[in-house]
């Protein structure tokens, strides 16, 4: 049974740039991109579009990409159509900038809608960027279907999904009807390297963008002013940072001296 | 809807006895219940609660309501949001709290949802603001790179705690505290999850979460080899391994041996990192750790920026030699 997909991406700052770019403009509240390093899809975003091209891999179906933001780099929210997804829709405004998981949410679900047909949507089970870990969660919800959270691995057979979904001291296998939303963890694997096929067929596709009228939302209801949790303050906690380095003529005698150290400091 | 009063602790309980993360959230829900000068309950969902209750009412509850039913032994999200949403509007909590735990990071953000409030999720410092009486929420964000406060302005105020991150009041047996059984109609209909099978990979020797000392191998580690090393040197040590995210996506080690952000958080006396960078989202899951020790053939690698201790130097010429050194301080 050919199975109907959407994944919900996102074109997040890369969370691999070196911890010493990483800045934030107080005044904004914001952090400033990287000089030099291009933003990136939020990496449990593409282990999502890793699970829905597995079910389309073993049974057929159809993969539709959605992602939010403004200024979406077309180079970057590609990359899911190269690595194998069927279409990708834009939600594109200027107004859907600076929101929270309940204003993206909202947005993300009243775009669904717009889609109709579906038996699967997929989410990363947290951004790479806020890490707060409630959008798919909060699309279930308010499209009123059942969610799995976490996810390693997702099969789908007589019209259900059966999802490994991973707990601290191993993992669940539950059922789920469909249509259902399922995020997915690091567990899932790493996802695939898009195809030389894959990049030049995504060339030629162009995304669909639509704008907050297009999925009958006020702007009011989207982006910064769609919020339910203000950000107060963004801040970089100070490290103290005094690392006592064990200095020796060879790495043996270090290890030798390290343990003299722990010793000394009663930490064995 | 009553007006919001108090703070609700969501609690877990643990073949009959309360998790540790739910004594955590009644000592950091006692301070703030203190500050609003309202009452402290916690909330216990299940089907055999054993001696959770009670071991509540020590960790600080007013009160305890408790939800029992054959139906609620297993965690499905359906059914926990039923009694949730039922004891929210019953109960009317100005504060919610709950574990950032399996059932946590789950349950929380559909009743959000449902409720139609804000969340804060793996918070790691929660205050009341003395003007508003609003929660403030501290978490970290961009993969522990940084931190925000949020605030949020319906009630209740719901936020998830990183475990660890708050400290337990000390256990008063003798405290007293009223328990009351909530009754709750569910609809199994309603319920669109099937627990098929629960597959419990725990790994031999000390747990993590509960180890004194921890040896935690990295990418520098360089394969599955290599982290016999480190078992040997837990074991002489009484401690346990563990390891950052790309051990265990090459497959060199059980997934459940994951620190991080979205792995274990950890926070031993003793944090022996081999081979480890010390990524922001690896540094998440242990920098509550008291000494951490860093063994890295960089002198720039983040790790250090953490460590108290630290040799620059490549792990496998300096690791054999500790090893060998540990064992005859303990052996003298």
């Given at each position: 049974m050919p199975v109907n997909m959407i994944v919900c991406c996102k074109q997040v700052i890369d969370p691999e740039a070196p911890p010493a770019s990483f800045k934030i403009d107080p005044a904004s509240n914001q952090v400033i991109p990287p000089p030099g390093v291009p933003p990136v899809i939020s990496p449990f975003d593409e282990q999502a579009v890793e699970a829905a091209l597995r079910i389309k891999d073993s049974q057929g179906g159809k993969i539709t990409v959605l992602s939010l933001g403004n200024n979406l780099l077309r180079d970057v929210v590609k990359k899911p159509l190269s690595m194998g997804a069927d279409e990708l829709i834009l939600l594109e405004d200027p107004a859907f900038e600076g929101g929270d998981s309940w204003s993206t949410a909202y947005a993300l679900t009243m775009a669904i809608k717009k889609i109709g047909q579906f038996d699967l949507i997929f989410c990363g089970?947290?951004?790479?960027?806020?890490?707060?870990?409630?959008i798919g969660s909060g699309i279930a919800e308010l499209l009123g279907i059942p969610s799995v959270t976490v996810a390693k691995k997702v099969e789908v057979a007589d019209g259900k999904a059966k999802v490994e979904r991973v707990l601290a001291d191993g993992y669940q296998v539950i059922e789920v009807t469909m249509p259902a939303l399922i995020t997915v963890s690091n567990e899932l694997g790493e996802a695939r390297y898009a195809t030389l096929k894959g990049i030049m067929a995504a060339a030629k596709k162009q995304p669909v963008i639509w704008k907050p009228a297009d999925i009958g939302v006020e702007p009011g209801q989207i982006g910064a002013a769609g919020r339910k949790n203000k950000l107060l303050k963004l801040f970089q906690p100070v490290k103290e940072g005094k690392c006592e380095l064990i200095e020796a003529d060879s790495p043996a005698e270090a290890g030798v001296k390290l343990a003299q150290r722990l010793r000394e400091a009663k930490l064995f | 809807m009553a007006e919001p009063k108090g703070v609700m602790v969501f609690g877990e309980s643990v073949q009959g006895t309360l998790a540790a993360i739910s004594g955590e959230l009644l000592g950091c829900g006692k301070q703030l219940a203190d500050a609003l000068k309202e009452e402290l309950v916690c909330i216990l969902v299940g089907s055999q609660l054993g001696d959770a209750p009670k071991n509540a009412i020590a960790a600080g509850a007013d009160k305890v309501y408790t939800v029992e039913d054959a139906m609620l032994a297993d965690y499905q999200t359906d059914s926990y949001l039923m009694v949730m949403e039922k004891a929210i509007k019953d109960i009317s909590p100005r504060i919610l709290l709950m574990g950032q735990t399996s059932i946590g990071r789950d349950l929380a953000p559909r009743l959000a949802f449902r409720l139609g409030v804000g969340l804060a999720m793996d918070t790691v410092e929660l205050s009341i603001d003395p003007q508003s009486r609003l929660l403030q929420e501290t978490r970290p964000v961009y993969g522990g790179n940084a931190r925000a406060i949020f605030v949020s302005?319906?009630?209740?105020q719901i936020a998830t705690v990183r475990s660890k991150a708050m400290s337990p009041l000390a256990p008063d047996a003798s405290k007293q505290g009223e328990v009351i059984p909530l009754k709750v109609e569910l609809d199994p209909s309603k319920i669109r999850t099937k627990v098929l099978q629960t597959v419990k990979e725990e790994l031999a020797g000390i747990k993590l979460e509960d180890a004194q000392t921890i040896i935690c191998g990295g990418r520098g580690i360089g394969g599955p080899e290599g982290f016999k090393q480190l078992e040997e040197l837990a074991k002489v040590l009484k401690g346990a391994v563990g390891a950052s995210r790309p051990p265990c996506d090459n497959g060199w080690v059980p997934d459940t041996t994951q620190i991080g952000l979205t792995g274990k958080i950890v926070a031993p006396e003793l944090y022996i990192a081999v081979g480890v960078s010390g990524s922001s989202q690896h540094l998440a899951g242990c920098s509550g750790s008291k000494n951490v020790v860093a063994i890295n053939k960089d002198a720039e690698a983040n790790i250090f920026k953490e460590a108290r201790f630290g040799v620059v130097g490549d792990w496998k010429q300096v690791l054999p030699a500790f090893a060998e050194k540990v064992k005859e301080l303990l052996a003298g």
């Amino acid at each position: 049974m050919p199975v109907n997909m959407i994944v919900c991406c996102k074109q997040v700052i890369d969370p691999e740039a070196p911890p010493a770019s990483f800045k934030i403009d107080p005044a904004s509240n914001q952090v400033i991109p990287p000089p030099g390093v291009p933003p990136v899809i939020s990496p449990f975003d593409e282990q999502a579009v890793e699970a829905a091209l597995r079910i389309k891999d073993s049974q057929g179906g159809k993969i539709t990409v959605l992602s939010l933001g403004n200024n979406l780099l077309r180079d970057v929210v590609k990359k899911p159509l190269s690595m194998g997804a069927d279409e990708l829709i834009l939600l594109e405004d200027p107004a859907f900038e600076g929101g929270d998981s309940w204003s993206t949410a909202y947005a993300l679900t009243m775009a669904i809608k717009k889609i109709g047909q579906f038996d699967l949507i997929f989410c990363g089970r947290q951004a790479a960027d806020w890490d707060a870990g409630q959008i798919g969660s909060g699309i279930a919800e308010l499209l009123g279907i059942p969610s799995v959270t976490v996810a390693k691995k997702v099969e789908v057979a007589d019209g259900k999904a059966k999802v490994e979904r991973v707990l601290a001291d191993g993992y669940q296998v539950i059922e789920v009807t469909m249509p259902a939303l399922i995020t997915v963890s690091n567990e899932l694997g790493e996802a695939r390297y898009a195809t030389l096929k894959g990049i030049m067929a995504a060339a030629k596709k162009q995304p669909v963008i639509w704008k907050p009228a297009d999925i009958g939302v006020e702007p009011g209801q989207i982006g910064a002013a769609g919020r339910k949790n203000k950000l107060l303050k963004l801040f970089q906690p100070v490290k103290e940072g005094k690392c006592e380095l064990i200095e020796a003529d060879s790495p043996a005698e270090a290890g030798v001296k390290l343990a003299q150290r722990l010793r000394e400091a009663k930490l064995f | 809807m009553a007006e919001p009063k108090g703070v609700m602790v969501f609690g877990e309980s643990v073949q009959g006895t309360l998790a540790a993360i739910s004594g955590e959230l009644l000592g950091c829900g006692k301070q703030l219940a203190d500050a609003l000068k309202e009452e402290l309950v916690c909330i216990l969902v299940g089907s055999q609660l054993g001696d959770a209750p009670k071991n509540a009412i020590a960790a600080g509850a007013d009160k305890v309501y408790t939800v029992e039913d054959a139906m609620l032994a297993d965690y499905q999200t359906d059914s926990y949001l039923m009694v949730m949403e039922k004891a929210i509007k019953d109960i009317s909590p100005r504060i919610l709290l709950m574990g950032q735990t399996s059932i946590g990071r789950d349950l929380a953000p559909r009743l959000a949802f449902r409720l139609g409030v804000g969340l804060a999720m793996d918070t790691v410092e929660l205050s009341i603001d003395p003007q508003s009486r609003l929660l403030q929420e501290t978490r970290p964000v961009y993969g522990g790179n940084a931190r925000a406060i949020f605030v949020s302005e319906a009630f209740p105020q719901i936020a998830t705690v990183r475990s660890k991150a708050m400290s337990p009041l000390a256990p008063d047996a003798s405290k007293q505290g009223e328990v009351i059984p909530l009754k709750v109609e569910l609809d199994p209909s309603k319920i669109r999850t099937k627990v098929l099978q629960t597959v419990k990979e725990e790994l031999a020797g000390i747990k993590l979460e509960d180890a004194q000392t921890i040896i935690c191998g990295g990418r520098g580690i360089g394969g599955p080899e290599g982290f016999k090393q480190l078992e040997e040197l837990a074991k002489v040590l009484k401690g346990a391994v563990g390891a950052s995210r790309p051990p265990c996506d090459n497959g060199w080690v059980p997934d459940t041996t994951q620190i991080g952000l979205t792995g274990k958080i950890v926070a031993p006396e003793l944090y022996i990192a081999v081979g480890v960078s010390g990524s922001s989202q690896h540094l998440a899951g242990c920098s509550g750790s008291k000494n951490v020790v860093a063994i890295n053939k960089d002198a720039e690698a983040n790790i250090f920026k953490e460590a108290r201790f630290g040799v620059v130097g490549d792990w496998k010429q300096v690791l054999p030699a500790f090893a060998e050194k540990v064992k005859e301080l303990l052996a003298g």
